[in-house]
């Protein structure tokens, strides 16, 4: 009943619903019920409520979906004392370090030090209970800090009554729910979007802009803003040497002494191996032991003077615990003004965080999830702005000290929290004397590994020259302008790359070459001992070891350029896509592959023309004085201009490896191609093969747009193949395209009647010399259509996974129905069953690979070249003994 609604509902709305495949009789239980259950297979279409029941989860998936947000509950049953040891180590040795790196990084938010604290303190607290990475560390970083200075340095304008720690909260609190919701709804692919390149330039235009940004500070430099552009700031520097203070020795010193206990250390580590390890814990803590020494200078230098003065600037007074605890403020006035600093804060949230922690995975050998990595960041930054923190992601430097320490899992958090805690209370009496120079020095010292080395940028040089000059744009976008500028340019214009070679790409001809495989002087199959055996299409025999291969005809990947390629067979055009076949590249893709048919094939009719004024615009043919010429010496005027040995066209094999899904646009313009060669051809035909197709949604969208099944020969007019949309469609019958079809269908009515006039040994003389070219290149024989209008044609599309690629010993006949292949398949079968079994020593079942019911879609290019070749030279023999039959008929 409701498939008779629906069925009166779609004549009522005017939709032709789809009928039956062409070979609808291979779905006929009188057709295959004298098959065996492997010998057939009917491909059914992929329906639309498969793909939306796929999309809803089971109750098993939404089981582990829970327990996936919390990805401790699959290791916090088994931890150890082994474990807690590695983790001590690592937790207090990181405790140590966000200490100093933290207070310096709210310096470089515009924020007091104590909020670095406070996002130190949250974000190694809560990150164990959702982190899928053991090693990874969140806190405050350099470049997330630079970018939230900014801001507050902004809104400090635009909102002047609203502390500079609340923005920086509600942007965190802002930023951690765009994340958490990404990270929930499982999109943690979006960051792949971005490119190493613009990682890499963001990077090293971050660190570039916070290096030079600190050196005011590490020299005691004022009178200009450091939120400036990166080179107005260093012309600024560069102006104001001269008023340098004392901060410049406690800057200076500082940052000379971190490098060279790094130096020291490594030079240890290297000439020393039993120390390595001692050599790297030592290197670790200097940070914690520049800032420990210059604290104690700094006292001997300023205890004597009045509390709230110094000789250089310090830190001041720091205060006591969560001060700022507070539910953040957050109101539709914030908000409004934030949205438009969300996009790069997110971006910069996740492309460190998610970059640093796949790269630690890798190395340490574990899988991290980054959707759930998402979650993390999100919840530890939403939680932040409770105690007073700002927005804190993953950082490279202390994640790559705690990799280096040996920690065991991610409760390693805990112990560093503990020991920021410990910070919090214990130490802001002996945080007042901290220098700010050497704070600057802390920070230009981390950022420093940042910087891409040149080494690395000339690897990008040898694999990618044009990503090389998108870096360099980032980092000079970034430098002139600002880092979210270099943000936004780095990924527009590595998407832009992307979509240009979409949108320009053209596929190959193939061309077919024999090759064998070489294992030093011997080719392996060529005998019974064989170095993999069991593997492969080797058998042992000369003949076996050698198989056919297609390579591009221009050599365009690099092949041998003295191996001579060219069409496989005359007429006959191998076509592989290069960036798959959607609506961006379609058009392009088609263009190549119609402009090289024709500048390699000529017109079946060479006399499609009768008159001059019969001829289109575009093809205005021979002058007038040529045809003259022609007519003088009783050559026909329609080869002309026309190379006559080259073949005409007879069918085009598409290769589809690489692509994994069709959209109506890319099959409409292949419709479009279709109709446009089948004129060209006419009145011959074109068959299309498609092979190495993999996904069923785009078998079901070629085979809706005609694909898949031979073409039959009109026993009358030529009749376009149906369009999915097009402009020219528009009016149904009486549209621009209907009209034109008309047209060509009567003027081809009249020249085939003038024709039958002349008589029939004419027509047997042009056939003839139509099948010329397949006659000089007769070697293939195969399975072919039956042309019984009353059995539904087959062509040799139905590979078999033991017989694909041998067709040589099929029955030669012109005609050959459904039930001969099977019997031939059959015939097959009984002939390798007396062979020993190459692969394993079970029975060799024989069964099509892709289904019965759509012929021209193969397995891969052979198959799809052999059945080609097999319809073309069929159809020739059988309009040699039409020809011949009809001659006898004539005499």
Same mark, same amino acid.
């Given at each position: 009943?409701?498939?008779?609604?629906?069925?009166?509902?779609? @004549?009522?709305?005017?939709?032709?619903?789809?009928? =039956?495949? +062409?070979?609808?009789?291979?779905?006929?239980?009188?057709?295959?019920?004298?098959?065996?259950?492997?010998?057939?297979?009917?491909?059914?279409?992929?329906?639309?409520?498969?793909?939306?029941?796929?999309?809803?989860?089971?109750?098993?998936?939404?089981?582990?979906?829970?327990?996936?947000?919390?990805?401790?509950?699959?290791?916090?049953?088994?931890?150890?004392?082994?474990?807690?040891?590695?983790?001590?180590?690592?937790?207090?040795?990181?405790?140590?370090?966000?200490?100093?790196?933290?207070?310096?990084?709210?310096?470089?938010?515009?924020?007091?030090?104590?909020?670095?604290?406070?996002?130190? &303190?949250?974000?190694?607290?809560?990150?164990?209970?959702?982190?899928?990475?053991?090693?990874?560390?969140?806190?405050?970083?350099?470049?997330?800090?630079?970018?939230?200075?900014?801001?507050?340095?902004?809104?400090?304008?635009?909102?002047?009554?609203? +502390?500079?720690?609340?923005?920086?909260?509600?942007?965190?609190?802002?930023?951690?729910?765009?994340?958490?919701?990404?990270?929930?709804?499982?999109?943690?692919?979006?960051?792949?979007?971005?490119?190493?390149?613009?990682?890499?330039?963001?990077?090293?235009?971050?660190?570039?802009?916070?290096?030079?940004?600190?050196?005011?500070?590490?020299?005691?430099?004022?009178?200009?803003?450091? /939120?400036?552009?990166?080179?107005? *700031?260093?012309?600024?520097?560069?102006?104001?040497?001269?008023?340098?203070?004392?901060?410049?020795?406690?800057?200076?010193?500082?940052?000379?002494?971190?490098?060279?206990?790094?130096?020291?250390?490594?030079?240890?580590? $290297? %000439?020393?191996?039993?120390?390595?390890?001692?050599?790297?814990?030592?290197?670790?803590?200097?940070?914690?032991?520049?800032?420990?020494?210059?604290?104690?200078? !700094?006292?001997?230098?300023?205890?004597?003077?009045?509390?709230?003065?110094?000789?250089?600037?310090?830190?001041?007074?720091?205060?006591?615990?969560?001060?700022?605890?507070?539910?953040?403020?957050?109101?539709?006035?914030? #908000?409004?003004?934030?949205?438009?600093?969300?996009?790069?804060?997110?971006?910069?949230?996740?492309?460190?965080?998610?970059?640093? !922690? =796949?790269?630690?995975?890798?190395?340490?050998?574990?899988?991290?999830?980054?959707?759930?990595?998402?979650?993390?960041?999100?919840?530890?930054?939403?939680?932040?702005?409770?105690?007073?923190?700002?927005?804190?992601?993953?950082?490279?430097?202390?994640?790559?000290?705690?990799?280096?320490?040996?920690?065991?899992?991610?409760?390693?958090?805990?112990?560093? #929290?503990?020991?920021?805690?410990?910070?919090?209370?214990?130490?802001?009496?002996?945080?007042?004397?901290?220098?700010?120079?050497?704070?600057?020095?802390?920070?230009?010292?981390?950022?420093?590994?940042?910087?891409?080395?040149?080494?690395?940028?000339?690897?990008?040089?040898?694999?990618?020259?044009?990503?090389?000059?998108?870096?360099?744009?980032?980092?000079?976008?970034?430098?002139?302008?600002?880092?979210?500028?270099?943000?936004?340019?780095?990924?527009?214009?590595?998407?832009?790359?992307?979509?240009?070679?979409?949108? /320009?790409?053209?596929?190959?001809?193939?061309?077919?070459?024999?090759?064998?495989?070489?294992?030093?002087?011997?080719?392996?199959?060529?005998?019974?001992?064989?170095?993999?055996?069991?593997?492969?299409?080797?058998?042992?025999?000369?003949?076996? !070891?050698?198989?056919?291969?297609?390579?591009?005809?221009?050599?365009?990947?690099?092949?041998?350029?003295?191996?001579?390629?060219?069409?496989?067979?005359?007429?006959?055009?191998?076509?592989?896509?290069?960036?798959?076949?959607?609506?961006?590249?379609?058009?392009?893709?088609?263009?190549?592959?119609?402009?090289?048919?024709? !500048?390699?094939?000529?017109?079946?009719?060479?006399? %499609?023309?009768? @008159?001059?004024?019969?001829?289109?615009?575009?093809?205005?043919?021979?002058?007038?004085?040529?045809?003259?010429?022609?007519?003088?010496?009783?050559?026909? #005027?329609?080869?002309?201009?026309?190379?006559?040995?080259?073949?005409?066209?007879?069918?085009?094999?598409?290769? &589809?490896?690489? *692509?994994?899904?069709?959209?109506?646009?890319?099959?409409?313009?292949?419709?479009?191609?279709?109709?446009?060669?089948?004129?060209?051809?006419?009145?011959?035909?074109?068959?299309?093969?498609?092979?190495?197709?993999?996904?069923?949604?785009?078998?079901?969208?070629?085979?809706?747009?005609?694909?898949?099944?031979?073409?039959?020969?009109?026993?009358?007019?030529?009749?376009?193949?149906?369009?999915?949309?097009?402009?020219?469609?528009?009016?149904?019958?009486?549209?621009?395209?209907?009209?034109?079809?008309?047209?060509?269908?009567?003027?081809?009515?009249?020249?085939?009647?003038?024709?039958?006039?002349?008589?029939?040994?004419?027509?047997?003389?042009?056939?003839? /010399?139509?099948?010329?070219?397949?006659?000089? %290149?007769?070697?293939?024989?195969?399975?072919?259509?039956?042309?019984?209008?009353?059995?539904? =044609?087959?062509?040799?599309?139905?590979?078999?996974?033991?017989?694909?690629?041998?067709? $040589?010993?099929?029955?030669?006949?012109?005609?050959?129905?459904?039930?001969?292949?099977?019997?031939?398949?059959?015939?097959?079968?009984?002939?390798?069953?007396?062979?020993?079994?190459?692969?394993?020593?079970?029975?060799?079942?024989?069964?099509?690979?892709?289904?019965?019911?759509?012929?021209?879609?193969?397995?891969?290019?052979?198959?799809?070249?052999?059945?080609?070749?097999?319809?073309?030279?069929? @159809?020739?023999?059988?309009?040699?003994?039409?020809?011949? %039959?009809?001659?006898?008929?004539?005499?």
């Amino acid at each position: 009943m409701t498939s008779g609604l629906g069925h009166k509902v779609a @004549r009522l709305l005017g939709i032709q619903l789809q009928t =039956k495949d +062409p070979y609808h009789h291979a779905n006929d239980p009188e057709e295959t019920a004298h098959f065996t259950s492997d010998q057939t297979f009917v491909e059914e279409s992929p329906r639309v409520d498969e793909f939306f029941l796929k999309l809803v989860p089971s109750v098993p998936e939404l089981w582990r979906y829970l327990v996936s947000l919390f990805p401790f509950l699959s290791w916090i049953g088994y931890y150890n004392l082994q474990w807690l040891a590695g983790d001590l180590v690592a937790g207090i040795t990181i405790g140590a370090v966000v200490v100093p790196q933290g207070m310096a990084y709210a310096r470089l938010a515009n924020l007091d030090v104590q909020f670095g604290l406070y996002s130190s &303190f949250m974000g190694v607290l809560v990150y164990w209970f959702f982190a899928t990475s053991k090693d990874i560390t969140i806190g405050p970083v350099a470049v997330m800090s630079q970018l939230t200075g900014a801001v507050v340095a902004d809104m400090a304008t635009v909102l002047p009554d609203v +502390p500079g720690h609340v923005i920086a909260s509600a942007l965190a609190l802002l930023a951690g729910s765009v994340v958490v919701f990404i990270g929930l709804i499982r999109c943690g692919w979006i960051v792949d979007i971005i490119s190493l390149t613009s990682l890499s330039a963001f990077m090293t235009g971050s660190a570039i802009c916070i290096a030079v940004g600190q050196v005011p500070s590490l020299m005691g430099l004022s009178g200009f803003s450091t /939120r400036d552009p990166t080179y107005l *700031v260093f012309i600024h520097i560069l102006q104001n040497l001269k008023s340098a203070s004392m901060d410049a020795a406690m800057g200076l010193s500082a940052l000379a002494m971190l490098y060279l206990i790094r130096g020291v250390c490594m030079w240890i580590g $290297t %000439h020393y191996p039993k120390h390595q390890k001692l050599a790297f814990f030592l290197s670790t803590l200097r940070v914690v032991f520049v800032i420990v020494l210059y604290t104690l200078i !700094s006292y001997l230098v300023n205890r004597s003077l009045p509390r709230g003065t110094a000789k250089f600037k310090i830190l001041f007074d720091v205060p006591r615990g969560f001060q700022n605890a507070a539910v953040p403020v957050l109101n539709a006035k914030i #908000a409004s003004n934030l949205v438009g600093y969300l996009p790069a804060t997110v971006v910069v949230l996740l492309i460190e965080h998610i970059a640093i !922690s =796949k790269s630690f995975g890798r190395v340490n050998n574990y899988r991290i999830n980054p959707s759930q990595e998402m979650v993390a960041i999100g919840i530890t930054n939403m939680l932040g702005p409770f105690l007073g923190g700002y927005a804190a992601t993953g950082s490279f430097s202390r994640t790559a000290i705690k990799s280096k320490a040996g920690v065991r899992t991610p409760f390693a958090g805990v112990i560093t #929290a503990f020991v920021v805690l410990l910070a919090i209370y214990a130490l802001p009496a002996v945080f007042y004397y901290i220098p700010n120079a050497s704070l600057s020095a802390v920070i230009i010292h981390a950022v420093g590994d940042l910087i891409t080395p040149p080494n690395t940028v000339y690897q990008f040089w040898l694999v990618s020259p044009f990503e090389v000059l998108i870096f360099f744009v980032g980092v000079f976008v970034t430098i002139f302008s600002s880092i979210e500028n270099g943000i936004y340019t780095t990924v527009l214009l590595s998407a832009a790359m992307l979509l240009f070679r979409i949108l /320009r790409s053209k596929g190959r001809f193939l061309g077919r070459v024999k090759v064998q495989s070489m294992l030093g002087n011997r080719v392996i199959g060529n005998d019974r001992q064989q170095p993999v055996p069991g593997y492969g299409t080797f058998t042992g025999s000369q003949e076996a !070891s050698t198989r056919s291969i297609f390579l591009p005809i221009t050599h365009a990947d690099g092949s041998n350029p003295e191996i001579e390629l060219d069409n496989p067979y005359p007429g006959i055009f191998i076509y592989r896509f290069a960036e798959g076949f959607s609506y961006p590249n379609a058009g392009s893709s088609l263009e190549h592959l119609v402009e090289y048919i024709f !500048s390699h094939t000529r017109r079946t009719n060479l006399a %499609h023309f009768d @008159r001059p004024g019969d001829r289109p615009w575009n093809e205005p043919g021979p002058s007038r004085r040529d045809m003259k010429a022609a007519a003088a010496a009783g050559v026909d #005027a329609g080869i002309i201009g026309v190379d006559v040995s080259l073949p005409t066209l007879k069918a085009v094999i598409l290769d &589809f490896s690489s *692509v994994n899904h069709v959209d109506i646009t890319s099959v409409q313009q292949l419709i479009d191609v279709r109709n446009q060669l089948d004129r060209y051809a006419s009145p011959d035909i074109v068959d299309w093969h498609i092979a190495c197709i993999n996904n069923r949604w785009a078998k079901r969208a070629l085979a809706a747009a005609g694909f898949g099944y031979p073409t039959v020969v009109p026993e009358g007019p030529h009749r376009r193949w149906k369009s999915i949309f097009s402009v020219a469609e528009i009016g149904g019958s009486h549209s621009a395209a209907a009209a034109a079809e008309v047209e060509v269908n009567e003027k081809e009515i009249a020249r085939s009647r003038r024709q039958t006039q002349v008589g029939d040994v004419e027509g047997g003389l042009n056939n003839t /010399r139509r099948s010329h070219d397949v006659r000089s %290149h007769h070697h293939h024989h195969g399975l072919h259509h039956d042309d019984d209008p009353k059995k539904k =044609k087959m062509g040799t599309g139905s590979e078999t996974a033991a017989t694909a690629a041998d067709t $040589t010993a099929a029955p030669k006949k012109s005609t050959v129905t459904f039930e001969d292949a099977v019997h031939h398949l059959q015939q097959k079968r009984m002939s390798t069953a007396q062979q020993p079994p190459e692969l394993h020593s079970g029975r060799t079942v024989v069964a099509p690979v892709h289904g019965i019911n759509r012929p021209l879609f193969h397995v891969d290019l052979t198959s799809a070249l052999q059945s080609a070749v097999a319809n073309v030279e069929g @159809r020739y023999e059988g309009l040699e003994e039409e020809h011949h %039959h009809g001659h006898q008929n004539h005499r």
